[in-house]
């Protein structure tokens, strides 16, 4: 029997079966012994074949091959994987410019694990109406930036509803992964859409202004209009992972773009004489802050650098 991983609590999985039913699973003990290096062998999204028992649970036995998926270091160890999930139509990364800030960096670098397989994301920048002056001319100013290399951004408020239709026809037909920090509302915005789902929302630590976990599983929430959208905890960091140094340019478009004429072919754009990436800096072609991010992503290859706080 095949179906669709809709649910993951850590220690069960829900599947909907090809027959239209719900089956509690559990992952057959082999996963575990085939060296992947992930927190957890099934993920939101997969395809899978089940083994059913007489206690109406199941067990997983294969999972499909898959076409994609949204990954990140784990933040518990940092040589093994964390799968956000997989075969994904669209990730849509939920961004507030304060209550709580979401930096550049960690921005690029799920733009630049979205680039590595092929996932189309849509970034959506939520609390517009808190924000004062120089907060909002702030926010215009990466809307200009990340609209200009070619991601689509969207101004939204989940509490007076600003830019939810939009967003409603965004979601349409396909299967979206939410992410981003927590306290930046996905929640919230979630149950503004599908006032059913009745998501627990939290609060901001006014002191730290960071936001507190409110979703401790990922699940798929079917959509009206057809396709699925997938809540998950939210994240701290984005640590990358399963990119090669030379490749990592290839993730940044308007890199990637200047680096055919480069100097020299093995060039890093770090310190090389003839960078034609490092002169589209100096001369703003190149964002100063996009360009940090894809330094920053290089010092991943030293394990002994990575810092949590990615």
Not at 2 to 28: A, F, I, M, P
Not at 113 to 134: G, M, S
Request: charged residues 25%; contains cysteine.
């Amino acid at each position: 029997m095949h179906g669709l991983v809709v649910k993951n609590t850590g220690s069960w999985y829900t599947v909907h079966t090809d027959d239209r039913r719900s089956v509690e699973c559990k992952v057959k003990g082999s996963f575990r012994l085939k060296g992947i290096r992930s927190t957890s062998p099934v993920v939101i999204g997969d395809r899978v074949e089940i083994e059913e028992n007489n206690e109406g649970t199941a067990l997983i036995i294969k999972i499909d091959e898959r076409r994609n998926y949204m990954i990140r270091r784990a933040s518990n160890l940092s040589k093994e994987s964390h799968i956000l999930a997989a075969n994904i139509d669209l990730a849509v990364l939920v961004i507030t410019i304060n209550y709580p800030s979401t930096t550049t960096v960690f921005i690029d670098r799920f733009l630049a694990t979205a680039e590595a397989y092929r996932i189309p994301v849509q970034l959506v920048f939520n609390k517009v109406d808190r924000y004062d002056e120089e907060e909002l001319e702030y926010l215009e100013g990466l809307i200009n930036l990340y609209e200009t290399i070619g991601y689509p951004c969207l101004k939204m408020c989940a509490a007076t509803g600003e830019g939810m239709d939009t967003f409603r026809q965004i979601l349409s037909g396909k299967i979206t992964l939410m992410s981003g920090h927590s306290g930046v509302g996905k929640s919230t915005i979630i149950n503004k859409l599908f006032p059913d789902a009745n998501l627990k929302t939290g609060g901001i630590s006014e002191y730290h202004k960071k936001g507190m976990h409110t979703t401790t599983f990922s699940e798929m929430i079917p959509l009206p209009d057809g396709g699925y959208l997938i809540d998950t905890p939210g994240i701290k960091g984005f640590g990358t992972i399963e990119m090669e140094g030379a490749e990592v340019a290839h993730y940044f478009p308007e890199i990637f773009k200047f680096s055919a004429d480069c100097r020299f072919n093995n060039c890093t754009h770090s310190n090389e004489p003839g960078c034609t990436v490092i002169k589209a800096v100096e001369e703003h072609y190149i964002s100063e802050s996009r360009y940090k991010s894809y330094l920053n992503i290089l010092e991943d290859k030293d394990e002994n650098k990575y810092r949590e706080a990615y």
